[in-house]
Nanobody
Framework: VQLQASGGGPVQAGGSLRLSCAAS????????MGWFRQAPGKEREFVAA????????DYADSVKGRFTISRDTARNTVYLQMDSLKPEDTAAYYC???????????????????WGQGTQVTVSS
């Protein structure tokens, strides 16, 4: 599975962006897709994930109430709607996917087999 992420860019604090991640083939029903981010000099950080079958979601505490992950199974695409952006949200955002994850592993970057290229989000104050 190849993942193509898009939608990043510059935005002012308080603004919004929507990231998209398109899978190259129809994902399996068990697939989990999500987003990680990495700022310069920092470790990769879990942002959000969604189960394609059923739509169960999980979020990092730092983005709860501001970010929303959703899926369009007909388009093999996952979205990350980011509202009320803060300068500390500045990072490269990576789309991820895996066919076998249990929910307790969703926030572990090493658990994902498939990674897309990063898309840069820059939030200015």
């Amino acid at each position: 599975v190849q993942l193509q992420a898009s939608g990043g860019g510059p935005v002012q604090a308080g603004g919004s962006l929507r990231l998209s991640c398109a899978a190259s083939e129809r994902p399996s029903r068990r697939m989990v897709m999500g987003w990680f981010r990495q700022a310069p000099g920092k470790e990769r950080e879990f942002v959000a994930a969604i189960a394609l079958n059923g739509g169960t979601t999980d979020y990092a505490d730092s983005v709860k109430g501001r970010f929303t992950i959703s899926r369009d199974t007909a388009r093999n695409t996952v979205y990350l709607q980011m509202d009320s952006l803060k300068p500390e949200d500045t990072a490269a955002y990576y789309c991820v996917a895996d066919n076998t994850l249990i929910r307790s592993s969703w926030s572990n970057p090493a658990a994902y087999d498939y990674w897309g290229q990063g898309t840069q989000v820059t939030v200015s104050s």
